[in-house]
């Protein structure tokens, strides 16, 4: 990991949004703001004063255009997807979590015979799909916008069934020269930046076993007979 500056590391982090940690290390700053990397959960994340605020956070994704007709679009989706249509039974019960404005994934799996609600905080903010059950819970290209990772999670362990799957999709936080020169970090929307590392502790975390079946994919399996959430 490249040295950050000495007149940076005078800087104070906020407390890790995932783990509430408040052991954190400066891992990198572009012209618009800081990066912090958790000692605890390994997240890195931008601080709460470096956000943008949710009518620009909004606008910024009403200029996504994530057409479902769009073939490269969907091969870049199967990437979760196939392995997910692998591991649950044809009629599964889902919750696409942060469906977006055009939502792709959910129908791609209502057409290999899954059942999949929808739900985005912007697009989709039905209240009710909190008060269902789930075999399965996708969040593609989603964690990286979390304001509150940890109190997210909760929810969706929460409704997920003994044996359901969570699965997540978001570019992992590699090496620091590469994450410093990556475009993904320049959207202003991306505030937490997750890797390998950080899903192990999530598993630690909520009691359940993670797998990685694909490039920037995790899938989290709740156990059949333990509780959600555990010691940290």
């Keep these: 990991m490249n040295a950050v500056r ?10 890790c949004p995932l783990c509430d940690g408040t052991d954190a290390t400066l891992y990198h700053r572009d012209r618009n703001r800081p990066y912090w990397r958790c000692r605890v959960c390994a997240l890195v994340f931008v601080p709460p004063e470096s956000w943008i605020d949710a009518v620009a956070e909004k606008t910024r994704y009403d200029q996504h255009e994530n057409d479902p007709g769009d073939a490269r679009y969907r091969a870049f989706l199967a990437r979760l997807a196939d392995p997910l249509l692998a591991r649950v039974s044809r009629g599964a019960v889902g919750l696409d979590f942060g469906s977006g404005p055009g939502p792709t994934l959910g129908p791609m799996l209502s057409e290999a015979g899954l059942r999949v609600f929808p739900y985005d905080v912007f697009y989709a903010p039905d209240p009710e799909v909190w008060n269902r059950r789930y075999d399965f819970i996708t969040a593609t290209e989603v964690l990286e916008h979390l304001h509150h990772p940890r109190a997210e999670l909760d929810r969706c362990f929460a409704v997920l069934v003994p044996g359901g799957v969570l699965g997540v999709m978001t570019k992992w936080v590699t090496e620091q020269p590469a994450f410093a020169a990556s475009r993904y970090i320049r959207d202003p929307t991306h505030v937490c930046f997750f890797s390998p590392a950080t899903c192990r502790w999530i598993a630690r975390r909520w009691g359940t076993t993670v797998e990685f ?18 010691p940290q």
Excluded: I, K, N, Q
Excluded at 6 to 15: Q, V
Excluded at 213 to 230: E, Q
């Design 6 to 15: 000495p007149s940076l590391r005078a800087e104070r982090a906020a407390p």
């Design 213 to 230: 079946p694909a490039v920037d994919v995790a899938f989290f399996h709740r156990r059949a007979a333990a509780p959600v959430g555990g």
